[in-house]
């Protein structure tokens, strides 16, 4: 007889007792050259994030000259008074570290990310690149080669494309906001070294500016490095640009960028509505989530899962600019794409969704999943020191208080159904919606026209 093998289980692991978690605090403080500093002790992590915020914000552009915040940026890391581009990028890769750089509407940023131990070598590299940046006329020559190179890209890809439209159409001709944010072939074509120069001495200086740091600083003497780094960066002082107020114009309307032969129909559906200063911006997170954030959406749950008309759509809200004068606003907006056959019930589908939350509104059910996965998933978002940073760049950029995000998640999470439902149903009126398709004319115009939604207008893609 065959004697049966036995096995001997390990006793299953069982979960040790969850520990509060919240937003980590920064410390706040000043060099002597008028630089803000935020820091944050991140214990563990050994990657250091380093975030610098310039006040060069894209409507402080030179007329003509769209774009050039971007190249400047760009530029800072092709070279210094010490080191060509060449060198400036060795030196970086033996720290370990890269140097990100980009320009937005709220200003020009720069993101850091090195080993601590090489945190002395990285931040003096990242001085030098603020102090005294070469801005090359051969390196500006060709970051401006490169940028028209992407251009026509960009102008190919239906969501930036769809994008581009919409900013177009949501504001006045005269508001930097109507433009892309790197400029058109036109704008970008003009720019060189000196007009880049020129912008740099204009905007960039402490004064103006913040640096964020975040990771594990243990037995690093902080001041002292700052000091001896972006410390030694001089300038004449200033005081912060005013920012014009946002004005848009959200009649409803729809536009068609015509893609002759296209087999998808790209969306995109916006205005403008309240920023973080507005107390509504908890409530319409959460009712923005529920309407389009994850798989299990409304909007994911008809055209997806029921109807098969699309991979997903996503609704969100971005912050253009924010100021706790009023004058700041957020794009809110509906994107994805949807086979060209199905643009017109895609499109009567999404609005019926829309009504149907103005008329019956959410659930508890949602809302609860939806603050669950928000406010629950928080300490997984915030794990690494970058993640870190960034979001403490944007509440300076934002001009929000140092724990408006530890706040947020304790409004999320008491933020009930009504208030949710009123939020989204506010930032989404079907009446008040700018809705841009890129696909084929021929074959979408006349199904869109016959929803009501708004009227529509066809234009030439580039």
């Known amino acids: 007889m065959t004697e049966l093998a036995t096995m001997d289980f390990h006793p299953q692991p069982r979960p040790g007792t969850a520990r509060p978690w919240a937003f980590p605090a920064p410390e706040r403080g000043a060099l002597d ?3 803000t500093v ?5 214990p563990g992590q050994q990657v250091v994030a380093v975030e610098v915020l310039l006040d060069a914000p894209l409507d402080a552009e030179p007329a003509g000259l769209d774009g050039v915040a971007t190249i ?9 008074d010490k080191h060509s581009a060449e060198e400036f990028a060795a030196e970086l ?4 570290a890269t140097l990100d750089s980009h320009a937005d509407h709220p200003g020009v940023r720069l993101s850091l990310e090195v080993p601590v131990s090489r945190l002395p070598r990285a931040l003096g590299l990242l001085a030098d690149a603020l102090r005294s940046p070469a801005f090359d006329a051969g390196e500006v020559e060709r970051l401006v080669r490169n940028r028209l190179d992407e251009i026509p890209h960009e102008t190919a890809n239906p969501a930036r494309r769809a994008a581009k439209e919409l900013s177009k159409e949501l ?4 508001s930097r906001m109507s433009r892309p944010r790197q400029g ?3 704008t970008v074509a003009h720019i060189d070294a000196a007009a880049v120069r020129a912008f740099y001495e ?3 200086r402490p004064s103006t500016a913040t640096a964020v740091v975040v990771g594990d600083l243990t037995g690093v003497d902080l001041d002292a490095l700052l000091g001896e780094t972006l410390g030694a960066w001089t300038a004449a002082p200033a005081k912060p640009r005013p920012a014009p107020p946002v004005t848009a114009d959200d009649s409803g309307r729809v536009v068609i960028v015509d893609r002759p032969g296209a087999v998808q129909t790209q969306l995109l559906i916006g205005r403008v509505g309240a920023d973080r200063h507005d107390r509504v911006w908890p409530a319409q997170v959460l009712g923005t989530y529920c309407l389009g954030g994850t798989l299990t959406s409304r909007l994911d749950r008809v055209l997806r899962e029921e109807k098969g008309y699309t991979y997903g759509v996503r609704a969100f809200g971005q912050v253009l600019r924010s100021a706790p004068d009023g004058t700041g606003a957020a794009m809110l907006a509906i994107s994805g794409s949807v086979d060209t056959p199905n643009t017109g019930p895609a499109l009567d589908d999404l609005w019926k969704v829309l009504r149907t939350l103005a008329a019956e509104g959410l659930t508890d059910a949602e809302r609860d999943v939806a603050v669950q996965n928000l406010v629950g998933v928080a300490p997984l978002k915030f794990e690494t020191a970058a993640a870190v940073a960034s979001t403490l760049a944007d509440q300076v950029e934002q001009h929000l208080p140092d724990d408006y995000q530890s706040t947020l998640y304790q409004k999320l999470a008491e933020t009930g159904t009504v208030e949710a439902t009123a939020a989204v149903v506010n930032a989404f009126p079907v009446d008040r919606l700018v809705t841009v398709l890129v696909g084929d004319a021929a074959q979408i115009e006349e199904p869109v026209k016959a929803l009501g939604i708004g009227e529509v207008r066809v234009v030439r893609a580039e």
């Open 33 to 35: 050259n008028g630089l």
């Open 171 to 174: 504001f006045p001709a005269s």
């Open 38 to 42: 935020l820091r944050c002790h991140r």
């Open 72 to 80: 400047m940026a760009r530029a800072f890391s092709e070279g210094t």
């Open 93 to 96: 890769e033996r720290c370990g």
């Open 184 to 186: 058109t072939e036109e």
């Open 202 to 204: 204009r905007h960039v």
